[in-house]
Nanobody, 124 residues
Framework: QVQLVESGGGLVQAGGSLRLSCAAL????????MGWFRQAPGKEREFVVA????????KFSDSMKGRFTVSRDNAANTMYLQMNSLKPEDTAIYYC?????????????????WGQGTQVTVSS
């Protein structure tokens, strides 16, 4: 069993930046694809970005492309989400998840381990 722990959320002004981390404790991290999702109040969980097991390929939601970057450090069992040019509509709880496979996956059904989430609030 792998436990995923997100950190780095907080309150930031519009146009600012945050870097989220996702640490994997126990289980296997380096041979699985990973992803970030987010959920705003009253909305469904939304895909943000996915990264392959090696970090060599990524897939972004169109609305985040160009503003967010994802990386992973398999030696440290950690994935990162760098968020720049943040907008109020980016306000949500951000979740990291481990995929069932090795490649990029963009639906929640493709993931079977989830973190508890970290709150990101962007003020206007």
């Amino acid at each position: 069993q792998v436990q995923l722990v997100e950190s780095g959320g907080g309150l930031v002004q519009a146009g600012g930046s945050l870097r989220l981390s996702c640490a994997a404790l126990g289980g296997t991290f380096s041979t699985y694809g990973m992803g970030w999702f987010r959920q705003a109040p009253g909305k469904e969980r939304e895909f943000v970005v996915a990264v392959t097991w090696s970090g060599g390929s990524t897939k972004f939601s169109d609305s985040m492309k160009g503003r967010f970057t994802v990386s992973r450090d398999n030696a440290a069992n950690t994935m990162y989400l760098q968020m720049n040019s943040l907008k109020p509509e980016d306000t949500a709880i951000y979740y990291c998840a481990r995929a069932r496979g090795t490649e990029v996956h963009s639906t929640t059904a493709d993931y079977n381990y989830w973190g508890q989430g970290t709150q990101v609030t962007v003020s206007s």
